[in-house]
């Protein structure tokens, strides 16, 4: 399986980003589908999830009313629309897939490479 983000790049606080993560080689229908994000010097962490037909999901509280999940898999495809970004917000973003809903990286089977999120003040 093949997960590659695209999207990310240097914005101002209270600007916005759109992610994409396009899903190769994998049953897109059959996983969980999250997003994750690590800052410099710090652990992978939770951002969003959403379930396989995409009518629940959940949101990690520093990004909850700000970030939203979406996926499509009609077309192999993973979205995160972020808004009202802050400095806080920058890190390495990664789309993962699981065969559970859950929140934890360790979960996930499946991960793409990230792509860099920078928030300037």
């Known amino acids: 399986a093949q997960l590659v983000e695209s999207g990310g790049g240097s914005v101002q606080a209270g600007g916005s980003l759109r992610l994409s993560c396009s899903v190769r080689m994998l049953r897109v229908q059959a996983y969980y589908m999250g997003w994750f994000r690590q800052a410099p010097g710090k652990e992978r962490e939770f951002v969003a999830v959403?379930?396989?037909?995409?009518?629940?999901?959940n949101y990690a509280d520093s990004v909850n009313g700000r970030f939203a999940i979406s996926r499509d898999n009609d077309r192999y495809a993973l979205y995160l629309e972020m808004n009202d970004l802050r400095p806080e917000d920058t890190g390495n973003y990664f789309c993962?897939?699981?065969?559970?809903?859950?929140?934890?990286?360790?979960?996930?089977?499946?991960w793409g490479q990230g792509t860099q999120v920078t928030v300037s003040s």
């Open positions: 959403i379930s396989r037909g995409g009518g629940t999901t």
């Open positions: 993962a897939a699981s065969t559970i809903f859950s929140t934890v990286p360790g979960r996930f089977k499946y």
